[in-house]
């Protein structure tokens, strides 16, 4: 079945960069939409980015355009997000989705979330 | 962009009761709405895509309806294990939004 496993958050200055990586079991990577969503401490969902099933359209939240970026490795069926210049509302639990296209992208599947804590 | 509300953002409901939670989009999104559960420190999880297409696995109690700008979710008989917060989420044009949540919990 679908499993998706986030790692690489943690506590990171302000202006620094993470890299935050989601191992994909259970299907490819390389044939499925995939996408980032955080959860600030309290708050509701919030869609980061986006990359389509064949890679060749990434997409991004305003909030997080020119600094975070979506990509994928397919040999090591792993979907990663570059963040960097990171700011204090950075801070949030990062889920990783695998998304699918109905007219719509759809949510079906999703990890159970890594923590960035952006702090001085 | 899409903006989405939820109404209410939240509810107490006894067990067994009716629960209804509206979601509205600023421009019509023909039938491309979807609804999640998430309870707490976990991650969410697809009931309803496409407006009222139930997620395979999914409890029958919950249903979805509605289609343009204006959208229900209902849980037809309330049930303990449903404590949570409802968010729903449209795609539109490179931008994904999901609603602000609507928290139920028991009275």
């Known amino acids: 079945q679908v499993q998706l496993v986030e790692s690489g958050g943690g506590v990171v200055q302000p202006g620094r960069s993470l890299r935050l990586s989601c191992a994909a079991s259970g299907f490819t990577v390389s044939s499925s939409g995939m996408s980032w969503v955080r959860q600030a401490p309290g708050k509701g969902l919030e869609w980061v980015a986006l990359i389509s099933d064949d890679g060749n359209e990434k997409y991004y939240a305003d909030s997080v355009k020119g600094r975070f970026t979506i990509s994928r490795d397919t040999s090591k069926n792993t979907l990663y997000l570059q963040m960097n210049s990171l700011r204090f509302e950075d801070t949030a639990v990062y889920y990783c989705a695998k998304i699918y296209w109905s007219g719509s992208y759809v949510f079906p599947s999703w990890g159970q979330g890594t923590l960035v804590t952006v702090s001085s | 962009d899409i903006q989405m509300t939820q109404s209410p953002s939240s509810l107490s409901a006894s067990v067994g009761d009716r629960v209804t939670i509206t979601c509205q989009a600023s421009q019509g999104i023909s039938n491309f709405l979807n609804w999640y559960q998430q309870k707490p420190g976990k991650a969410p999880k697809l009931l309803i895509y496409?407006?009222?297409n139930l997620e395979t696995g999914v409890p029958s109690r919950f249903s979805g309806s509605g289609s343009g700008t204006d959208f229900t979710f209902t849980i037809s008989s309330l049930q303990p294990e449903d404590i949570a917060t409802y968010y729903c989420?449209?795609?539109?044009?490179?931008?994904?939004?999901f609603g602000p949540g609507t928290k139920v919990d028991m009275k």
């Open positions: 496409d407006a009222s």
């Open positions: 989420q449209q795609y539109d044009y490179r931008q994904v939004t």
